[in-house]
């Protein structure tokens, strides 16, 4: 496979969310606002990304029986500092996202990744398997995001664009249902033709 091919097929062919339905936890949790979409799938890119450099590099000293603990170890790692970085610098967007943050450690895409690529493949191509499929998971959350915000709110990254009162639904939990739903048509619409 070639390098464009494993770094692109996360955007739209084997969209994490859209396509695999991978990490909705995450996907239905936070995206209440564009920001908080773009601030939880770049903490995931980063886990992603470190995850499947460090799997790659020590996949062959891993023995089969720890293989999956040892993976959860490699990522818990990442996800700590993740947690404690967005602590330090963005303070506010730490405590939006809240207890999602910890839980990147389980999220079956991240641990997925890990299991079906990087320790199977070579550390470059692992690289751009973290990287491509972290964008595109991030690309999924915020545009979730600001589809609720929009709907929701009518504003956009915190940017209020009428005075009016939007609909209530897509603030809500609900309205995390029914955004993923129609933008999973979408996806499908535009991937089948």
């Known amino acids: 496979m070639n390098k464009w091919k494993i770094f692109s097929k996360g955007f739209i ?22 920001i908080n979409g773009l601030g939880m799938g770049l ?4 886990v992603l990304v470190m995850s499947n450099i460090v799997v790659s590099l020590v996949k062959s000293v891993i023995p089969n029986k720890v293989r999956i603990p040892s993976f959860i170890v490699i990522i818990a790692s990442f996800v700590t500092i993740v ?5 330090a610098y963005v303070p506010a967007l730490h405590s939006q996202l809240g207890l999602f943050i ?32 972290g964008l595109g998971f991030a690309f999924a959350l915020t ?6 915000e929009i709907l929701g709110s009518l504003s956009i990254f915190g940017i209020q664009f009428a005075e009016a009162d939007g609909m209530l639904v897509f ?7 029914l955004g993923l739903a129609y933008l999973i048509a979408l996806m499908r619409k535009i991937t089948d033709k």
């Open 43 to 46: 903490a995931t890119t980063f």
């Open 143 to 148: 545009l979730l995001g600001a589809v609720r």
């Open 83 to 87: 947690d404690l970085v967005m602590k």
């Open 102 to 133: 910890p839980l990147i450690v389980v999220n079956c895409l991240v641990m997925g990744r890990a299991e079906a690529f990087a320790s199977k493949n070579s550390l470059g191509d692992s690289i751009l398997d973290g990287l491509g499929m």
């Open 13 to 34: 062919k084997e969209n994490p969310v859209f396509v695999l339905l991978l990490g909705l936890c995450p996907t239905l949790g936070v995206t209440t606002s564009a």
């Open 171 to 177: 603030v809500l939990a609900p309205g995390a249902f």
